[in-house]
């Protein structure tokens, strides 16, 4: 990853494919107890790494290399008339950057998000120590992009800002709001904020041809995916 010592890779034992039920799955995890790891970060998000927690990994599954990483290239983004649409309906939100810590309000609204978009998924009923383990990390460049309607918090956009980039953690909402279409808002504005900051590269984790949760992705025009060892344009 072109640091100064060699930093390990693991490999972990098959576990369930979050996204194909039937499969198998395994991942490449950088070693999380390196003191390089948050020197090399932004290095591993362009070689199609992503962190959840203290874990920056990718996966790396016997047969199948499905899983592709995507950014989108700030420069040259334009939004289509349904994202100028999303835009518009949301112009009455606040947005701000707050630090990545749990707060009472923004546990709440992650908890009735996940009650309501994963029941019986594994994920409903978090607990306080799940929102820690998942979301952020000590070493982790992260903030929460919030998202405000008269002061009340609706959405926050979890996003890691390196060097260069921001990338797409997670984002959760009012459940009531979904209406607003506020994950797609929130990726327009992690775009807007990138752009403002000079930053190159909006990482929205990996793509998946064929899988209906993994679509949207290509609705942001140009695209970018690694086709293993460099970023080439998304075909139309």
């Known amino acids: 990853m072109g640091s100064q010592h060699a930093i390990r890779l693991f490999q972990t034992v098959e576990h369930a494919c979050g996204y ?9 995890i950088v070693d999380p107890t390196d003191p390089q790891l948050p020197s090399v970060f932004a290095r591993a998000l362009a070689m199609g790494f992503r962190r959840s927690g203290g874990h920056v990994y990718r ?10 990483s995507v950014r989108i290239p700030v420069e040259t983004f334009r939004a289509s008339r349904s994202q100028r649409r999303c835009l518009a ?23 009735r ?10 994920m409903d009923k978090p607990g306080p ?30 996003t890691d800002a390196v060097p260069d980039a921001l990338s797409a953690v997670y984002t959760f909402f009012a459940p009531e709001h ?3 279409s506020l994950g797609g808002f929130a990726i327009l504005q992690q775009v807007q904020r990138a752009r403002d900051e000079g930053r190159r590269h909006v990482y929205l984790g990996f793509w998946l041809d064929a899988h209906p949760k993994m679509a949207y992705k290509r609705e942001y025009r140009p695209l970018e995916f690694l086709d293993g060892t460099q970023w080439r344009p998304m075909p139309a």
């Not at 996966?59 to 592709?68: A, F, L």
């Not at 998000?113 to 594994?122: A, P, Q």
């Open 20 to 28: 194909w039920p039937e499969r198998l799955a395994r991942d490449l």
């Open 59 to 68: 996966p790396y599954c016997n047969g199948c290399r499905d899983c592709i």
């Open 89 to 111: 309906r949301n112009a009455d939100l606040q947005v701000g950057v707050a630090p990545a810590v749990r707060t009472a309000e923004n546990f709440a609204l992650y908890r």
């Open 113 to 122: 998000y996940l009650d309501t978009r994963h029941v019986g998924g594994g």
């Open 129 to 158: 120590e799940n929102f820690d383990a998942f979301l952020a990390c000590a070493w982790s460049p992260t903030d929460f992009m919030e998202f405000r309607l008269e002061g009340e918090l609706v959405a926050v956009a979890v």
């Open 178 to 180: 979904a209406h607003r």
